[in-house]
């Protein structure tokens, strides 16, 4: 129990900063997926000219890859089954930092060109606007789609019943990882738009879709970090690290869902409203030239 002076518990910041393995299934996945993008990245880089721009989605990509070894091989997946906290910071780091970030980066023709030349010409032909892929994708990002799957899926994973038989069996685990990470694809995909699949909200409207995940999100982490018992059974007999009590750590990691998701949320609508300013301003500006072009005519 918490108590036990046999438990072996963290001792010092740099104890976490070097609990690494690479040997689970998710960081083995994340290894191949991240070898693949290097490969396709470099052969990109050898066969065609590049600029700012290019070089740019590549520093995005790493950086999301940097953040992502740290969810699934890193301090936050060692600690996951000893610290239900950990356990939520390695799905924030996921939901609210990869997810987006690897959108931006647009990383899928790297992972086109990583494939051997026959696959790469089958893969680019069904990610074309009229392939089966894309037409699927069109339907999952939809925002009345993308929005309710991901909700889904934050309230499935944390029943009690869900989230302890996750930890009890390795492969559950990987499963939750994969809805995890990508609901959380399809549900930034509305906000940040990459191609094929550009989004089709304006400003305003992606503005009020955050506004829509901002209150069943919010209600999900109070429920947890308010609980005046333990959810989650599985957490009962956890070393006790930095001597927090199961309900203490359970009621950090609400409070990491809370607080760190809704900083995410807010500060996203932020850069979108002065984006939709900028944007109103660079049309009202170039309906004044029209006018003044018309007047001088």
């Given at each position: 129990?918490?108590?036990d002076?046999?438990?072996?518990?963290i001792?010092?910041?740099?104890?976490?900063?070097?609990?690494?393995?690479?040997?689970s299934?998710?960081?083995?996945i994340?290894?191949l997926f991240?070898?693949?993008?290097?490969?396709?990245?470099t052969?990109?880089?050898?066969?065609?000219?590049?600029?700012?721009?290019?070089w740019?989605?590549?520093a995005?990509?790493l950086?999301g890859?940097?953040?992502?070894?740290?969810?699934?091989a890193?301090?936050?997946?060692?600690?996951?089954?000893?610290?239900?906290?950990s356990?939520?910071a390695?799905h924030?780091?996921?939901?609210?930092?990869?997810?987006?970030l690897?959108?931006?980066?647009r990383?899928?023709?790297?992972y086109?060109?990583?494939?051997?030349?026959?696959?790469?010409?089958?893969?680019?032909?069904?990610?074309?606007?009229?392939?089966?892929?894309?037409?699927?994708?069109?339907i999952l990002?939809?925002?009345?789609?993308?929005?309710?799957?991901?909700?889904g899926?934050l309230?499935?994973w944390?029943l009690p019943?869900?989230?302890?038989?996750?930890?009890?069996?390795?492969?559950?685990?990987?499963?939750?990882h994969?809805?995890?990470f990508?609901?959380?694809?399809?549900f930034?995909?509305?906000?940040?738009?990459?191609?094929?699949?550009r989004?089709?909200?304006?400003y305003?409207?992606?503005?009020?879709?955050?506004?829509?995940?901002v209150t069943?999100?919010?209600?999900?982490?109070?429920?947890?970090t308010?609980s005046?018992?333990?959810?989650?059974?599985?957490?009962?007999?956890a070393?006790?690290?930095?001597?927090?009590?199961?309900?203490?750590d359970?009621r950090?990691?609400?409070?990491?869902?809370?607080?760190?998701g809704?900083?995410?949320?807010?500060s996203?609508?932020?850069?979108?409203f002065f984006?939709?300013?900028?944007?109103?301003?660079?049309?009202?500006?170039?309906t004044?030239?029209?006018?003044?072009?018309?007047?001088r005519?």
């Open positions: 129990m918490n108590g002076p046999q438990l072996n518990l001792d010092s910041f740099g104890e976490v900063a070097t609990a690494w393995d690479f040997s299934p998710p960081a083995i994340f290894l991240f070898g693949a993008y290097l490969v396709g990245t052969r990109i880089a050898l066969r065609s000219e590049t600029d700012g721009t290019f740019s989605k590549v995005a990509s950086i890859f940097a953040l992502l070894s740290t969810a699934l890193g301090p936050f997946d060692y600690y996951s089954d000893e610290l239900f906290a356990h939520m390695q924030i780091v996921i939901v609210m930092f990869v997810a987006p690897l959108l931006i980066a990383p899928m023709s790297a086109v060109w990583s494939l051997p030349r026959p696959l790469r010409i089958g893969v680019g032909t069904a990610l074309t606007s009229s392939g089966v892929i894309v037409r699927v994708m069109m990002t939809r925002p009345v789609v993308a929005l309710p799957l991901f909700i899926m309230y499935g944390h019943v869900a989230y302890n038989g996750s930890l009890e069996n390795e492969w559950l685990h990987l499963f939750m994969f809805t995890v990508t609901t959380a694809v399809l930034w995909w509305p906000i940040v738009g990459p191609p094929p699949i989004t089709q909200l304006s305003p409207l992606r503005i009020v879709y955050l506004l829509l995940a069943p999100t919010a209600v999900l982490a109070a429920i947890i308010l005046k018992s333990v959810l989650y059974g599985f957490y009962l007999d070393p006790g690290h930095f001597t927090w009590s199961t309900l203490e359970q950090i990691g609400g409070l990491l869902m809370w607080i760190p809704n900083f995410v949320y807010l996203t609508m932020t850069v979108l984006k939709w300013f900028a944007d109103e301003e660079r049309k009202t500006t170039r004044v030239r029209n006018m003044r072009r018309q007047t005519e």
